[in-house]
């Protein structure tokens, strides 16, 4: 990419969160990801380019020299911190702004700096992995969250040992309008490692996908969550779309029959993606991670007891999610746990200011962090250092519930090379696939106090909803919300998926 010569009709929108705005080049399997900002903060965004060179370079060191250690070498690219014309930047912003999703024009993406974030594109397989096979690949992201219940004994509502925070989260999202329906997803059901939890937990994503979900052909987005969340998915769409990655040209199959197989099969490809462990390919069953029994079951979920209870509920070592899982439990303590070590650390910084830097606070981020991260005392000793420690911990495991999983497949032939990418062993065609993490960026010291307000609010929240004996369902709309819960929490059963064993 030469940085003198950009063009913006070169590059066409991609994609957005809450931080970041992407862009893809039109040719080369590249992307852009832009900050924004919103413009009642701009005070917060970075002043100067050097300021915001400085930002966007942390992220690629936390990627790099944190995350990645973590995570694992094959999943993690950190990308490239670049200075762009300023020209190049505001004709970018002017061109992907109709492109941009209401919801997300809260925000601006920042024009004035000209610093970005140059990553590969990782809805498009690498060239080494790609067949000779024309399909364009298919990627599907999925951003997980947390995937584990917390067993710390500072935890004063037991309801969190019971009911997963995503779960809890829906009825807070529902009641402040961000969804308009809740997600049947559970992550502790696609963390389990039991294939037929996980392809349930997928199949909830795909029939109400939120922010969790998104489906990518050529590196197009053919399938998201609608900005008009009143509109359903429309799954024979989708099901047109994959017809040809996972049936037969011949097949005579018709169209209802055809979408069911089809989204089976999907199903069945993401399931094996995400047990692969990428260091000893196909001998994914060899080492398991095992979680105490107590922490893989979340009651909201909607799965059969018996599957619940009987199951199997172990991660592939070192397949995807079980990095991201033992990422995410850094979190040892709960936020309640932390809090008390949080003002111990907020207590030492107002009398020394000057220690945020020894800290390490706010990076930077090197070798010497990830060495606070990873030899943090079990005990706490008393000292500002285990303090520090388990905030680093925190910070790093929120990235980890925070983050998303690319999966990257495309048909191939018989006698295609595999080289570094994985085969996926399924009945009908052969895939290669490829499996990345993105969004491992450092979420600030100061997001933990917001983390610690959120929680009590959602566990509040969810408690007045769903326990009868909490008497404050204000209106009726709350009354229906509940009842639409419980009903879910009967329709245990109701797949319209058949399940085959993988
Ligand atoms: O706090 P959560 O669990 O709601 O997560 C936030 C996400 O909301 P979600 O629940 O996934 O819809 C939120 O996602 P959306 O903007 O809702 O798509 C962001 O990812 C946010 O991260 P950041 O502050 O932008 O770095 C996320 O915030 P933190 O990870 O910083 O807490
Ligand atoms: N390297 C990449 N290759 C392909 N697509 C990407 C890449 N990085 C980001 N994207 C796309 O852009 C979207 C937004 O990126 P990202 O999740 O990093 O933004 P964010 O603002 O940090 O998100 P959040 O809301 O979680 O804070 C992603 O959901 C993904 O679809």
Redo the contacts with the bound molecule.
């Keep these: 990419m030469e940085l003198d010569k950009m063009d913006e009709n070169d590059w066409k929108y991609h994609g957005e ?3 970041s705005l992407v862009v893809s080049h039109v040719q080369h399997a590249r992307v852009l990801r832009l900050l924004k900002y919103s413009t009642e903060d701009a005070e917060n965004s970075p002043k100067t380019t050097d300021q915001a060179f400085r930002h966007i370079q942390n992220i690629v060191d936390y990627s790099q020299n944190v995350m990645k250690p973590l995570l694992g070498e094959k999943f993690v690219h950190n990308g490239e911190a670049v200075k762009l014309p300023l020209d190049f930047v505001r004709q970018l912003s002017l061109k992907v702004q109709q492109e941009r999703p209401e919801s997300r024009c809260d925000k601006v993406m920042d024009t004035l700096s000209g610093c970005a974030l140059c990553l590969p594109n990782l809805t498009q397989l690498s060239s080494c992995c790609c067949c000779r096979e024309h399909r364009p690949p298919l990627c599907i992201e999925i ?1 997980p ?1 947390c995937g584990f219940l917390p067993a710390s004994r500072h935890i004063t509502k037991d309801i969190k040992r019971k009911v997963c925070r995503f779960c809890m ?1 829906q009825h807070f999202k529902l009641a402040n309008g961000k969804w308009k329906r809740l997600s049947r997803y559970c992550p502790l059901d696609l963390f389990s490692g039991n294939k037929q939890r996980m392809s349930l937990a997928i199949k909830n994503l795909i029939e109400e996908p939120q ?1 969790n979900f998104n489906i990518f052909k050529g590196g197009e987005c053919i399938y998201s969550c609608n900005d008009d969340a009143d509109v359903l998915q429309d799954l024979d769409e989708l099901a047109q779309h994959l017809r040809p990655y996972f049936l037969p040209s011949g097949s005579l199959l018709n169209r209802q029959q055809s979408s069911k197989v089809v989204l089976h099969e999907l199903i069945q490809v993401i399931v094996s993606a995400l047990l692969s462990s990428w260091d000893c390919p196909r001998s994914g069953q060899l080492r398991k991670t095992h979680l105490s029994e107590g922490r893989v079951t979340c009651e909201a979920s909607l799965l059969h007891r018996d599957l619940l209870r009987n199951g199997n509920h172990c991660l592939p070592k070192d397949c995807v999610l079980d990095k991201i899982l033992g990422t995410q439990m850094l979190d040892n303590l709960d936020i309640e746990g932390l809090s008390p070590l949080l003002k111990r650390v907020e207590q030492h910084l107002q009398m020394f200011p000057k220690e945020r830097c020894r800290l390490q606070m706010d990076g930077p981020y090197n070798a010497s962090f990830l060495e606070k991260v990873q030899n943090c005392p079990a005990e706490d000793d008393g000292s500002l250092e285990y303090a520090v420690g388990k905030v680093h911990q925190y910070r790093v495991a ?1 990235t980890a ?2 983050c998303s999983i690319m999966v990257a497949i495309a048909t191939c032939g018989e006698d295609d090379g595999l080289d570094q990418s994985l085969e996926i062993q399924t009945t009908k065609p052969r895939f290669t696939c490829s499996v990345s993490i993105l969004d491992l ?1 450092p ?1 600030p010291y100061e ?1 933990i106090s917001h ?1 610690s307000r ?1 929680d009590s609010k959602i566990v509040n929240h969810y408690l007045r909803r769903t326990q009868p004996n909490n008497q404050e369902l204000d209106n009726l709309e709350e009354l229906a919300n509940q009842s639409l819960f419980l009903g879910r929490d009967r329709d245990g059963e109701d797949c319209t998926l058949v399940f085959h064993p993988v």
């Design positions: 969160g809450n931080k951003k969250k989260h922010n929120m519930k925070d960026d979420k997001s983390q959120l």
